[in-house]
């Protein structure tokens, strides 16, 4: 029977030694998550014996984590945004970066009574949910092509106790609104990316990642939907890769939209948000790249 101590420091260089980029932090979780420990108790509890089948529950998941599988698919619960969200193979793992896209949601919002939002390519859910949970005044519905994912982001909202519509289909096809916010985190890396992709990626389904040689398919289609079913004044937020974002903005505005990149916490250029102007207003023409 090792020491709690003893068996920490044996995953996290199991870890260390698969390539796993936290593995300290990876190791920590995975052992608070297999014994039902708070964090103090890794400081009070170190010198205690783990009886033999306590450490093998610890390992096999060490193990599988070794093995590139994403450390929210092991805990099998994430907290995100606000909300408590289950995490599976059937959708993306929520990123941290694409709280931020929560964050731009909600001010958006501000000011706009009993708001009407469409959530597009919902995922887990994380989106909806998030708004759902900090503006309960809002009509949310949420939509995703796959199956399997609307039905992981019901099991979250009623894991949440949320209501929220969802809806199979692609983007906002059979959605007429009007919706004051069309919100999207879509599949928006290039083409050539998969053969690169980590490993952890590897476990997302490919449905949630990919689009086009320029990773701009779904968002196009999206964008040109979300003009015929936006409120005057209505806002389309975006989350995109750094390389596109730019990309997509010019085209928008190019079209008519007034369209900007916003950055993440890292500054990068990551967020689209984009407005048509109400009827017979010319929309104010920029030229070089968005900003």
């Not at 909806?128 to 994912?149: I, Y």
Request: charged letters at 20%; aromatic letters at 4%; a negative charge.
């Amino acid at each position: 029977m090792p020491p709690l101590r003893t068996l920490l420091t044996e995953a996290r260089e199991r870890l260390r030694a698969a390539g796993v980029p936290s593995p300290e932090a990876d190791a920590r979780a995975l052992v608070l998550h297999a014994l039902g420990l708070t964090g103090a108790a890794l400081l009070t509890r170190a010198g205690e014996a783990v009886p033999d089948a306590d450490a093998a529950r610890v390992w096999a998941l060490v193990q599988e984590r070794a093995a590139r599988v994403p450390l929210q698919h092991l805990l099998g619960e994430v907290e995100w945004g606000g909300v408590r969200l289950r995490t599976d193979g059937r959708a993306l793992v929520p990123r941290p970066e694409t709280e931020w896209l929560l964050h731009l949601a909600l001010e958006a919002l501000r000011g706009v009574p009993a708001p009407r939002v469409v959530d597009v390519g919902t995922g887990t859910g994380a989106l909806a949910l998030g708004l759902k949970a900090a503006r309960p005044d809002a009509s949310v519905t949420a939509t995703d092509l796959s199956p399997e994912a609307l039905a992981l982001a019901r099991e979250n909202a009623a894991l949440n106790g949320l209501d929220v519509a969802f809806v199979q289909g692609s983007l906002l096809a059979g959605r007429p609104g009007p919706f004051d916010l069309v919100l999207s985190n879509p599949p928006y890396l290039p083409d050539g990316d998969r053969a690169g992709a980590g490993p952890e990626v590897k476990h997302d389904p490919d449905l949630a990642l990919y689009a086009g040689a320029d990773g701009l398919d779904v968002a196009r289609l999206l964008a040109a939907q979300a003009a015929s079913v936006l409120t005057p004044g209505g806002v389309l937020l975006l989350e995109l890769d750094p390389r596109n974002a730019p990309t997509l903005a010019g085209e928008l505005r190019a079209q008519g939209w007034e369209a900007e990149v916003l950055p993440d916490l890292t500054g990068r250029e990551r967020f689209v948000r984009a407005t048509l102007p109400p009827p017979g207003v010319s929309p104010a023409r920029e030229s070089g790249a968005a900003g």
